[in-house]
């Protein structure tokens, strides 16, 4: 069965603080792999797509890579502004269905 | 280009209603999906619609329906309220792209039942 792991569920850092999040995950083909970025009562806003292992995507303080069983999103130098929840989903190649991780809940301390 | 709308944006209904929730997607995109988002389980697919057609659909019961019409645009549809489907429901449009169908979020809805 399809799976998504993300961890740490919540990371607290301090603005500057560099770090990264993780999305483990099963699924018998790989369509994709996506990143989004949740604000509070908002819906999920897509940052990254990634279709196979050793790719990499970057947008200002983010960058993505994917591996066959995990994609890493890494915040360089944080700001406030980054504080949010970031979503990881993966596509499966035979049903096509999107599978959502829980979450990573970040908060960026100035 | 306007992203994906939803309407309302909030509801409070009581227990027993049923309740229509409205979804248009982007312009060009064909395909239509529907989530419920609760603290406790995250992002849970309902189904998807591509050209008026159900293609995909996640594990809820019936009491959950939806339908897409020939512009696009999707209703979900839930009878028989219950509390535990307070939630944020989310609609996603979607195109096909490199091979993977890229899902562009709304604002959601949230429903609150009594």
């Known amino acids: 069965e399809d799976q998504v792991t993300q961890s740490p569920e919540a990371l607290r850092l301090q603005e500057g603080e560099s770090s990264s999040l993780n999305c483990s995950y099963t699924v018998s083909g790989l369509r994709g792999l996506f990143w989004y970025r949740q604000d509070p009562g908002k819906g999920p806003e897509f940052l990254f797509t990634?279709?196979?292992a050793g790719e990499e995507k970057e947008k200002e303080r983010l960058k993505a890579t994917l591996t066959k069983k995990e994609s890493f999103l890494h915040i360089t130098a944080p700001k406030p502004e980054d504080s949010a929840t970031y979503l990881c989903a993966v596509q499966d190649h035979n049903t096509d269905k999107l599978i959502f991780g829980t979450g990573t809940r970040l908060q960026v301390f100035p | 280009k306007a992203g994906v709308t939803q309407t309302p944006r909030y509801l409070i209904k009581t227990r027993g209603q049923q309740v229509t929730l409205s979804c248009s997607p982007i312009?060009?995109?064909?395909?239509v999906s529907w989530y419920q988002q609760t603290p406790g389980q995250g992002l849970q697919f309902l189904f998807e619609y591509f050209s008026e057609t159900q293609r995909n659909k996640g594990n809820f019961p019936g009491r959950f329906s939806g339908r897409q019409f020939s512009n696009s645009r999707s209703e979900m549809n839930v009878s028989t309220l219950e509390l535990g489907d307070s939630a944020l429901y989310l609609c996603?449009?979607?195109?096909?792209?490199?091979?993977?169908?890229?899902?562009?979020f709304g604002p959601g809805t949230r429903l609150t039942v009594l």
């Open positions: 990634l279709y196979s």
């Open positions: 996603a449009s979607s195109f096909r792209n490199g091979g993977t169908d890229t899902q562009y």
């Open positions: 312009s060009g995109h064909r395909s």
